[in-house]
């Protein structure tokens, strides 16, 4: 019933934003401007990697990345990174994960139940490789379109028995040493239900906060907390270049530290486009993600030790394209279900490392080859 209940609410949400209401005009998308691929040159990499950037392009299949590469005309930033793989994606108790147990995957190496957020079937925590990372003197990160208490960004910091619990969920970031988090989600700091003002209680810990890009742009020290949206943000079309400009951010302030970093970069979003069966909204939501991928590729290929990963929680929607054109820009496709699907995922990588995602492997994997291209030890 949850489920059912969820995808109804998103595609009714979706549509009162504006898009028309018939399934013709949620099935075909146009993009009216292809974005630049960035030039990379030939960089010799180092053996190992000393920064980890890791984009979580949640809901995306290969429906939803082809559908992107038609809009764009036929290639993405995403091109570049030759190291290909897919992972299966089922949680401990579901052949079909949500986001909470894909995400738990990815950052502990364990399987998790659907709905929990880094915890064991006991509720015990697991360590997350954000929190190994910061535990080994390297600078960490969170970049979401989401609120930042969201599933897969929480998956990341927290330890609580629901994905649900994002004022738990928020209290959670006090018990860390990020170094930087970007996303919406400011009501779960502020507005809370035991009167706390952890923004407050971030100040205290030596935290700069801000609420909007101005304040932040002559700031380059961490810590430092970027709140922008109190919810969620809002859409592609209407939030600009966000998620680029935050991935640009994030790699500047994380890159201080000598020992290097470890920051996950979600596209929160996608996954709610294939929620609502929406192509527009999901190819909208692909090609955004793919300029923020484009700002790190150019990092990674500058810097030369710098491994960036750009794999899926799981895939929504049920995505299959029907029909495109490289030269108009346009993608037509059609879904079968609301919810997510079974499938395996795609995973990309581009740097030090990047063989080591090749093949197929469990979504779990992801958490051991970054930690032993770390060289960390559980």
Same mark, same amino acid.
């Given at each position: 019933?949850?489920k059912?209940?969820?995808?109804?609410?998103?595609?009714?949400?979706?549509?009162v934003?504006?898009?028309?209401?018939?399934?013709?005009?949620?099935?075909?998308?146009?993009?009216?401007?292809?974005?630049?691929?960035?030039?990379?040159?030939?960089?010799?990499?180092?053996?190992?990697p000393? =920064?980890?950037?890791?984009?979580?392009a949640?809901?995306?299949?290969?429906?939803?990345?082809?559908?992107?590469?038609?809009?764009?005309?036929?290639?993405?930033?995403?091109?570049?990174?030759?190291?290909?793989?897919?992972?299966?994606?089922?949680?401990?108790?579901?052949?079909?994960?949500?986001?909470?147990?894909?995400?738990?995957?990815?950052?502990?190496?364990?399987?998790?139940?659907?709905?929990?957020?880094?915890?064991?079937?006991? =509720?015990?925590?697991?360590?997350?490789?954000?929190?190994?990372?910061?535990?080994?003197?390297?600078?960490?990160g969170?970049?979401?379109?989401?609120?930042?208490?969201?599933?897969?960004?929480?998956? *990341?910091?927290?330890?609580?028995?629901?994905?649900?619990?994002?004022?738990?969920?928020?209290? /959670?970031?006090?018990?860390?040493?990020?170094?930087?988090?970007?996303?919406?989600?400011?009501?779960? *700091?502020?507005?809370? +239900? /035991?009167g706390?003002d952890?923004?407050?209680?971030?100040?205290?810990?030596g935290y +700069?906060?801000?609420?909007?890009?101005?304040?932040?742009?002559?700031?380059?020290?961490a810590?430092?907390?970027?709140?922008?949206?109190?919810?969620?943000?809002?859409? *592609?079309?209407?939030?600009? @270049?966000?998620?680029? @400009?935050?991935?640009?951010?994030?790699?500047?302030?994380?890159?201080?530290?000598?020992?290097?970093?470890?920051?996950?970069?979600?596209?929160?979003?996608?996954?709610?486009?294939?929620?609502?069966?929406?192509?527009?909204?999901?190819?909208? @939501?692909?090609?955004?993600?793919?300029?923020?991928?484009?700002?790190?590729?150019?990092?990674?290929?500058?810097?030369?030790?710098?491994?960036?990963?750009?794999?899926?929680?799981?895939?929504?929607?049920?995505?299959?394209?029907?029909?495109?054109?490289?030269?108009?820009?346009?993608?037509?496709?059609?879904?079968?279900?609301? /919810?997510?699907?079974?499938?395996?995922?795609?995973? *990309?990588?581009?740097?030090?490392?990047?063989?080591?995602f090749?093949?197929?492997?469990?979504?779990?994997?992801?958490?051991?080859?970054?930690?032993?291209?770390?060289?960390?030890?559980?």
């Open positions: 019933m949850y059912i209940t969820f995808s109804i609410l998103l595609f009714v949400a979706f549509l934003q504006g898009y028309s209401q018939t399934a013709d005009s949620l099935a075909t998308f146009t993009n009216t401007a292809r974005h630049e691929i960035v030039e990379l040159g030939t960089p010799k990499f180092k053996k190992a000393k =920064n980890i950037i890791l984009f979580i949640d809901g995306m299949g290969t429906a939803h990345l082809f559908g992107a590469i038609t809009a764009n005309g036929g290639s993405l930033n995403i091109n570049h990174m030759k190291h290909i793989g897919f992972t299966t994606t089922q949680s401990a108790n579901n052949f079909v994960t949500d986001s909470g147990a894909g995400g738990t995957a990815i950052a502990t190496g364990q399987k998790v139940n659907n709905g929990a957020i880094s915890v064991n079937p006991a =509720n015990e925590p697991i360590q997350t490789i954000l929190q190994i990372s910061s535990k080994n003197g390297k600078a960490t969170l970049v979401a379109t989401s609120g930042i208490t969201h599933a897969t960004p929480a998956s *990341f910091i927290a330890h609580q028995p629901s994905r649900n619990m994002y004022e738990e969920i928020a209290a /959670d970031f006090l018990k860390t040493d990020i170094d930087i988090f970007i996303g919406g989600g400011l009501e779960h *700091f502020k507005n809370r +239900k /035991d706390r952890l923004t407050a209680e971030l100040k205290k810990k +700069k906060i801000y609420t909007d890009w101005q304040s932040a742009s002559g700031d380059n020290k810590p430092m907390a970027i709140f922008t949206a109190d919810g969620h943000n809002p859409q *592609f079309d209407t939030r600009g @270049e966000m998620l680029t @400009e935050a991935t640009q951010k994030a790699i500047e302030v994380l890159s201080a530290n000598k020992n290097g970093f470890f920051v996950m970069i979600e596209g929160s979003q996608i996954d709610w486009g294939g929620h609502a069966n929406s192509t527009p909204y999901i190819v909208g @939501e692909m090609l955004d993600t793919d300029r923020a991928v484009g700002a790190a590729l150019k990092f990674a290929a500058q810097n030369r030790e710098t491994l960036v990963i750009v794999a899926s929680d799981h895939e929504t929607g049920g995505m299959t394209i029907n029909d495109g054109c490289f030269d108009s820009l346009t993608v037509t496709a059609r879904y079968t279900t609301t /919810d997510h699907s079974a499938v395996m995922v795609p995973v *990309f990588a581009y740097g030090p490392g990047a063989e080591e090749m093949g197929i492997f469990d979504n779990t994997d992801l958490f051991n080859k970054m930690m032993k291209l770390f060289g960390f030890t559980k």
